[in-house]
């Protein structure tokens, strides 16, 4: 059985999984690295000036040194403390699309709970991660549920409207394109 003309048979390359399982954990990386970059460049340009607080630089040759110095420790710090977060936030982030994705493919009673199911699991991993005490974890396992049921209503209205607009009818089949 052929695809095409020729007689030669393409393979299929489609990915098994869809495309905002990708996204969602590079996005979060990258939001991660911007954050840990500006708390890391800020936390270490305060370190600096109170490490040095108690020798300021008396000529103009030496506060361009002082400040030269300070940007340079600044950029190493954002950089380090960037990348550190990126990682963080992009596991967390994969954590919850793996969740997501094992209970949507569990079948129908799981497909419907399947953002709160991810929420839940997430903070119970970043809970048991981190070690946070049972009274922050309880907290975090509240937050992941709340947001995980926000994406569920959001998933829910978002086929509602469609439903609504007629772009999808739920109800009857479509018809296959497999025609005489």
Known sequence: M??????????????ILESRYFILPASAALVGVFIGAVRG?????????????????KTIRGWYLYNKTKNYKRMAAGLLSGGKDGVKLGAIALVWVGIEDGLGRCGTPFDDLKE?????????????????????????????????????????????????????????PRPSNSGP
Do not use: C, Q
């Not at 052929?2 to 393409?10: I, Q």
């Not at 460049?41 to 630089?57: M, V």
């Open 41 to 57: 460049s800020r936390l270490a340009s305060l370190r600096f000036l109170a490490e040095n607080a108690h020798r300021p630089p």
């Open 2 to 15: 052929s695809n095409y003309d020729d007689g030669t048979e393409r393979y299929d390359v489609t990915p």
């Open 116 to 172: 709160i199911g991810a929420g839940v699991g997430t903070a119970g991993a970043f809970s048991v991660a981190y070690r946070l005490p049972w009274r922050v974890g309880s907290r975090a396992l509240l937050l992941g549920s709340m947001i995980g049921g926000g994406m569920g209503f959001l998933r829910w209205a978002r086929e509602y409207l469609r439903k609504a607009r007629g772009e999808i009818d739920l109800e009857t």
